[in-house]
């Protein structure tokens, strides 16, 4: 079945520096890119929809200067946590969607990150 | 409002016990249904998809209620690697194709 690898899975920084997760689609090419954020308890926040060669569509309240997103690949997409802070940390998993089939989405495993 | 609102349990059942788990959407324009299930600090899976007529896959059965904005998903013969958060899922009839979550509702099957 359709893959999608997300490095890392786990990441522990200092408050101020970058963050790059990446999300790689292995056996599709994944047209569509979600971006989401848990915290603890709640459910998934989609943050930003990426299509492959355009720019992100960002959800109301997320920063897209803060969360850059690039898609600039079919089987790659990257979310860059810019300055991170402490409240950053969170669970975030991306979501591939390939437009062969409809409503095929495929989850990465997800990266902890921690901001200390 | 939420778009997609589900009681966060969480429902302590035990073993062979049927439990059932319901959820509320607000955006009639809401094209497709699902429901996911997600252990602790895990990926989000795909456990079925609702249909209006309903379906059922072996002890899981998914129902859709299109006039009333509702979907309801049962278990039945709980087994412990039953526990998990289900979380119920909406996709908007537009073409961004966003999977929208509700908040999850938690289920704690007990021997």
């Known amino acids: 079945g359709a893959v999608v690898s997300q490095h890392p899975s786990r990441v522990i920084c200092k408050s101020g520096t970058s963050v790059k997760i990446e999300c790689r689609s292995l056996d599709f090419q994944a047209t569509t890119m979600f971006w989401y954020r848990q915290f603890p308890k709640q459910s998934l926040m989609l943050m930003a929809t990426?299509?492959?060669?355009?720019?992100?569509?960002?959800e109301q309240g997320v920063e897209k200067d803060k969360f850059l997103i690039n898609h600039a690949s079919l089987t790659l997409s990257t979310l860059t946590v810019t300055s991170a802070h402490p409240e950053d940390s969170s669970f975030y998993i991306c979501?591939?969607?390939?437009?062969?089939?409809?409503?095929?989405?495929?989850f990465g495993s997800g990266t902890r990150l921690t901001v200390v | 409002r939420k778009e997609v609102e589900q009681d966060p349990g969480p429902f302590n059942v035990p073993e062979g016990a049927t439990v059932a788990f319901n959820c509320t959407y607000s955006?009639?324009?809401?094209?497709?249904f699902f429901w996911y299930r997600q252990d602790c600090r895990k990926e989000p899976k795909l456990l079925m998809s609702?249909?209006?007529s309903g379906n059922e896959d072996g002890r899981f059965t998914a129902q859709l209620n299109r006039a009333s904005q509702y979907i309801s998903l049962l278990i039945r013969d709980s087994k412990l690697s039953d526990s998990a958060t289900y979380l119920c899922v909406v996709i908007l009839m537009d073409s961004s194709y966003k999977l929208i979550f509700g908040s999850g509702t938690r289920l704690l099957v007990r021997p």
């Open positions: 979501s591939a969607r390939s437009g062969l089939w409809d409503y095929g989405y495929t």
């Open positions: 955006n009639s324009a809401s094209q497709s």
């Open positions: 990426s299509n492959e060669g355009s720019k992100a569509t960002y």
């Open positions: 609702v249909y209006s």
